[in-house]
């Protein structure tokens, strides 16, 4: 008798059991995203945390979402509510649980997005 018919469990390599990544699946989820990122706006510069260059990464699982992002000043007095609106924002596009991870990076105007930077009349 086999161990499976034992068991009743089927031995599968480890390979079988990490969920398939769908590269396409999330390149759209990730648009999807940064398209409801562009809602939450830094009050003080009066742009989204997407055109001031602040969200530096995002990170997909079949569950959740990571993303880093960075602050224009480490003592920006409304980071605490730009992070939780971040969270929100992704957890409601992704539709699955995300996490705001605060990046190590200095901010500096060449992260903007060009047509915002050049809003500012700043070219790069």
């Known amino acids: 008798m086999s161990d499976e018919a034992k068991t009743g469990v089927e031995n ?14 999330y390149s759209a989820l990730e648009e999807k995203v940064r398209q409801a990122l562009r809602e939450v706006y830094d009050p003080e510069l009066g742009m989204s945390v997407i ?11 079949p569950d959740s979402v990571n993303v880093t992002m960075i602050l224009t000043t480490p003592f920006c007095p409304y980071g605490p509510a730009l992070v939780e609106q971040v969270r929100q924002k ?3 596009a992704a539709e ?29």
């Open 51 to 61: 055109e001031l260059g602040l969200i530096r990464k995002l990170e997909f699982s």
């Open 12 to 25: 599968k390599p480890a390979t079988d059991v990490e969920p398939k990544v769908n590269l396409n699946e």
């Open 90 to 92: 992704t957890q409601e």
């Open 96 to 124: 699955r649980v995300a996490k705001v991870t605060m990046g190590l990076e200095m901010w500096e105007p060449s992260m903007m997005e060009d047509q915002a930077a050049a809003n500012w009349g700043l070219y790069y």
